[in-house]
């Protein structure tokens, strides 16, 4: 016969195994929310490839990529001294950089960190803010010009010489601000959505035209809209200085869409972008309202969809 210490101790011991058994092992479900950026990285962009997060510095394009499971990171391509700001995958190893003020836009070896090419997209005033690839193209936003940059990659993702020009046209009208800026294909793929940050307006765009029609949304206005991501018909519209993520259901053909819901976290600090692995989104935060010192510190912000 047990003693009653015995009892108690196996009680316990199948306590912990129906645990384990309903809820999954502990360490699966203690998670960090949070992982932190090298300090005065000023972080912008985000890429997800495998389990690693990509990461691009404004102040000095450096490409930072962190082990998602434990955070840790290094910076595996030095920046040009210019900004790195929307970043993205390609599926051959390569990561498109954005170039912000500097008017460009990079393709990097993500094993090595090498630059494999440069494009010069603009000169004079331009913002090149973030980058989509869609098909057999990659399409970049210029917040200060009216237009779209195509790299036409074709069938074997070879780089091209340059650039084309997309005119836009149509419902977007530029004003002062940041105009367009993040950028997704529609829930059909035979269009482009873009964000306009300083009217909270949302446009389908013709990737061939550059002719837009704005997207009727019931619910919300994206004023601050920053980084876009879409899932199925369900677009994530992050809005930075307001510190929350949108979350619209799209209509299949992209022209309108309504408000689901909104997510907020107490640790936003201006966040900008966003990319998901798993039920979880990544939002680096950018701290616009902070001033930025080589010691100001940033961290990444992980959240349940």
């Known amino acids: ?36 950026l090298p300090n005065g990285f000023q972080p912008e962009g985000i890429a997800i490839a495998g389990g ?91 917040s200060s010009n009216p237009v779209l940059y195509k790299l036409d990659l074709g069938r074997r993702g070879r780089l091209p010489a340059k650039a084309v020009k997309i005119r836009l046209r149509g419902d977007i009208k530029y004003g002062e601000g940041i105009n367009a800026n993040g950028i997704v294909a529609s829930p059909d793929g035979r269009s482009l959505l873009v964000v306009q940050s300083n009217t909270g307006k ?37 809005q930075n200085r307001d510190n929350r993520i949108a979350v619209i259901r799209l209509s299949r053909d992209g022209e309108s869409g309504t408000l689901v819901k909104r997510i907020t ?12 692995r798993g039920p979880r989104l990544y939002l680096p935060n950018a701290r616009f309202s902070t001033t930025p010192t080589p010691d100001t510190k940033y961290d990444v912000v992980s959240v349940k969809r």
């Open 1 to 36: 016969m047990r003693s009653a210490i015995q009892k108690t101790a196996l009680s316990a011991l199948a306590a912990v195994l129906l645990g384990a058994t309903l809820h999954g092992p502990a360490q699966a479900t203690t998670r960090t929310d949070t992982f932190p």
């Open 265 to 276: 976290h107490r640790k936003f600090d201006v966040p900008t972008t966003v990319a998901a």
């Open 202 to 238: 949302l446009f389908e765009v013709n990737p061939r035209s550059g002719f837009t029609d704005e997207v009727r949304l019931r619910g919300t206005n994206l004023t601050n809209g920053d980084g876009l991501l879409l899932e199925g018909r369900t677009l994530y519209a992050v």
């Open 52 to 142: 690693h997060a990509y990461f691009g510095s404004r102040a000095t394009g450096d490409i930072y990529r962190a082990d998602l499971r434990t955070g840790r990171g290094r910076v595996i391509s030095k920046g040009p001294g210019t900004p790195s700001l929307g970043l993205e995958t390609d599926g051959r190893g390569r990561l498109f950089v954005a170039g912000g003020n500097a008017g460009d836009a990079r393709v990097i070896d993500l094993r090595t960190g090498r630059v494999l090419k440069s494009y010069r997209l603009a000169t004079g005033t331009s913002f090149v803010n973030d980058v989509i690839i869609v098909g057999r193209a990659a399409y970049f936003t210029d």
